[in-house]
């Protein structure tokens, strides 16, 4: 899929089918629990929803941490994960949008975006791209672009994981 910039990378199919399978039927089950979030940014008034954290910090929070996050370490390859989180938006009349956004600071961080399910919501780019929320589809970009969700009116959930990580980047070194 080609974008206008260069830095986002999507990927479709990221997962094989029955690992994409086998965590969407997790995180749809009744067991899975889903936590209140007043607002998407702290601080914006941009719109409630809710969360599962699965890592952040230095801590595992989620007993499902393994098995949602172990097809993606493969296939990331990340050096160092920063946070991990499912976020789920309800159904609105007209979409709500997040304030413009950067997951963290640090700017050598990646963030991922999988999208569990196909709807009518989007990601948002400052520079006006948009992706689609396709089901099993990846992209990444660099942690300074900023972003923002924008929900669905079509069906009653937007799930989409976000992951923020490290990758190594080799610098050839000059000698002297």
């Known amino acids: 899929m080609e974008h206008k910039n260069k830095d986002i990378k999507v990927f479709k199919n990221f997962l094989i089918e029955s690992e994409f399978k086998n965590i969407v ?12 979030q007043k607002e998407q940014n702290p601080n914006c008034k941009d719109g409630f929803f809710f969360s ?3 890592y952040e ?3 595992m929070n989620s007993s499902y941490f393994d098995r949602i996050i172990n097809p993606f370490k493969k296939k990331i390859n990340y050096t160092s994960l920063i ?10 009349d007209k979409p ?12 050598t961080v990646t963030t991922g975006l999988f999208y569990l399910n196909n709807n ?3 990601t948002e780019f400052e520079s ?29 959930c937007r799930t989409v ?14 000698t002297l």
């Open 25 to 36: 039927q997790l995180v749809v089950s009744e067991g899975f629990s889903w936590f209140y």
């Open 52 to 54: 599962h954290k699965l």
């Open 128 to 156: 006006g791209e948009k992706i689609k929320s396709i089901s099993n589809m990846y992209v990444e970009f660099p942690v300074k672009l900023k972003h923002r969700a924008v929900s669905q009116t079509d069906v009653d």
């Open 83 to 92: 946070r991990a989180q499912i976020n789920l938006l309800t159904r609105s």
């Open 57 to 59: 910090n230095d801590i």
């Open 161 to 174: 994981l976000n992951l923020n990580y490290l990758k190594w980047v080799f610098q050839k070194v000059d």
């Open 96 to 107: 709500r949008r997040s304030i413009m956004h950067r997951d963290n600071n640090n700017n």
């Open 120 to 122: 009518n919501g989007y």
